[in-house]
């Protein structure tokens, strides 16, 4: 392990964490403006030119709040819930292949933190660790609303991660690794999963919305059932916090989906691009073209949540356990029958 | 330097096991079987079995343990409803916790330090491997294991019904 190795990890390592937050605090603009446009309104424009610099403004007024700590909180886990949160938001993000290796000089850099062999289940357990930040801040708040909306929310994510599981099985039993790596490989050019996995890419879609607590099944923090649900009692920056790892959550799993069954930073003409602007320019194209995926996938989260409304609970569930799973599930043994068939003939 | 790595977590893997049993609030126990359990992954990693550490990650912390905290928050289980117990259900407990640690203390004296045991296949522990040994040789236990699990599934499912029917 050479110094030049851990400074290239280092620096990649920031610069993703550093365009997480970023894209996350600019996220928040977008929700509002969003909203804005798909409500005939204008959205915020007082801070600088069409209100850029509004998440700059609201991150100072969540940092200048006072700080409120319920006396009858369980104070140390109080504040782990927020924290953890925002961690397990964070570390989804070494995994993912973000541009084909570039090189710079003599240097060939891959831009993926690590390339464990197991990714794809590394991202899942992340996401299943999600809900702790959740469960365990709504029951630190010692508010019943806080914790009805950390049960709802421990349910609701079990529920979904099992047909987010199913329906990445599918896909697994197509390309025949956990690599994401090798996964985005597989898809050069426009060999697109979702070309292959439309109905996959669905059940796994409609479980990320679950997941990370978006509209329409955002009850966790259903605010005419449970004021604001697991972080009622949260205030200042840890309040900031809960509500940023909601969008980097978002940033994540539009990325994820964006890998899986998009093609990740494979697009049509590629192989022309990389043929003519040589291995340092085509890779960043690819990267380009991969952020352009996610950000249109941070549109439909979005455009999703302004346009469709909340579930009931009971709905949810059937949703989940009685048409997502038997779906999934279908789609699985289609998927296997198929694959046997094209290899015997 | 794994060994190192190797003893760190191991201390802490004890040290989070006690805390699961000496912590009075029934919460903080789970918040310490999921630390423990998070001990296990790293362990697990440290032997090159990468695929049971990322689904003992998922299913057990992610999962199992999720449901732990869900009936725990139900119930919420405080100081006034804990049961009290009897003295006679007390030392009953009291001398099988002490035959128990008799019986332990007896058989870690007769064991001897094991030689150093090396995998004949390091790779074992990965997906790809660990694939070919259960649909291969451990096909037989692998799909039995498989049924069993279902008949459980099957008859979770006929209980929840049944008290479904009797409220209806």
């Not at chain 1, 990890?9 to 509002?32: C, N, P, Q």
């Not at chain 1, 991660?161 to 039993?173: N, T, V």
């Not at chain 1, 690819?286 to 549109?299: N, P, R, S």
């Not at chain 2, 799909?143 to 049944?162: D, F, H, Q, T």
Request: some cysteine.
């Amino acid at each position: 392990m050479d110094a030049a190795f851990v400074i290239e990890k280092f620096i990649l390592v920031a610069v993703i964490f550093g365009v997480s937050l970023l894209i996350a605090m600019y996220s928040t603009y977008a929700e509002r403006k969003v909203a804005a446009f798909l409500q005939d309104r204008l959205g915020p424009d007082r801070a600088g030119p069409f209100g850029i610099l509004q998440p700059l403004a609201d991150g100072v007024k969540m940092f200048m709040k006072e700080e409120i700590v319920p006396a009858t909180s369980n104070k140390w886990l109080f504040m782990v819930g927020p924290g953890l949160a925002m961690l397990t938001a964070c570390i989804a993000s070494a995994v993912i292949p973000w541009g084909s290796p570039i090189a710079i000089g003599d240097r060939v850099i891959p831009l993926q933190v690590t390339d464990i062999n197991v990714g794809v289940l590394y991202i899942f357990g992340v996401v299943s660790l999600g809900v702790y930040g959740v469960m365990i801040g709504g029951w630190a708040s010692n508010n019943k609303y806080s914790l009805l909306s950390a049960i709802r929310a421990a349910s609701q994510n079990i529920s979904y991660e099992i047909a987010m599981g199913l329906s990445i099985i599918a896909l697994l039993l197509m390309t025949n690794t956990l690599s994401l790596k090798e996964i985005v490989e597989q898809q050069h050019g426009w060999h697109w999963n979702v070309l292959y996995q439309p109905v996959g890419f669905l059940i796994f879609m409609i479980c990320a919305f679950a997941e990370t607590n978006r509209a329409p099944f955002d009850l966790p923090e259903c605010e005419t059932e449970l004021i604001g649900g697991y972080h009622t009692e949260y205030s200042s920056m840890k309040l900031g916090f809960y509500l940023f790892a909601e969008y980097i959550n978002m940033f994540i799993s539009s990325a994820v989906m964006a890998t899986l069954y998009w093609g990740g930073y494979n697009y049509p003409g590629m192989d022309y691009v990389a043929a003519h602007l040589g291995a340092t320019w085509a890779p960043l194209i690819g990267t380009g073209v991969f952020f352009l995926k996610i950000f249109a996938f941070i549109f439909f989260f979005m455009w999703v949540r302004w346009t469709i409304p909340r579930f009931r609970y009971d709905q949810l569930m059937n949703l989940g356990w009685k048409a997502l799973i038997p779906l999934a599930i279908a789609n699985i043994i289609v998927t296997g029958v198929v694959i046997a068939i094209i290899e015997k003939f | 330097m794994s060994t190192q790595v190797f003893y760190f977590v191991a201390t802490l893997s004890i040290l989070f096991s006690l805390m699961v049993i000496f912590a009075k609030n029934p919460i903080h126990s789970v918040l310490y079987l999921i630390l423990t359990f998070f001990t296990f992954t790293v362990h697990y990693v440290l032997l090159n079995a990468q695929f049971l550490a990322v689904v003992n990650f998922i299913v057990y912390m992610g999962a199992i343990m999720v449901l732990f905290l869900f009936v725990l928050m139900l119930l919420n289980l405080n100081k006034e409803t804990e049961p009290a117990k009897s003295p006679l259900v007390k030392i009953a407990a009291a001398i099988a916790g002490g035959c128990l640690i008799v019986t332990l203390i007896g058989s870690f004296k007769a064991v001897s330090i094991s030689n150093p045991l090396s995998l004949k296949n390091p790779g074992l522990g990965l997906v790809e491997n660990l694939g070919k040994e259960l649909f291969g040789p451990f096909l037989l236990p692998f799909e039995l294991s498989s049924l069993l699990l279902l008949a459980a599934m099957v008859g979770a499912v006929i209980l929840a019904k049944k008290d479904h029917t009797e409220e209806a």
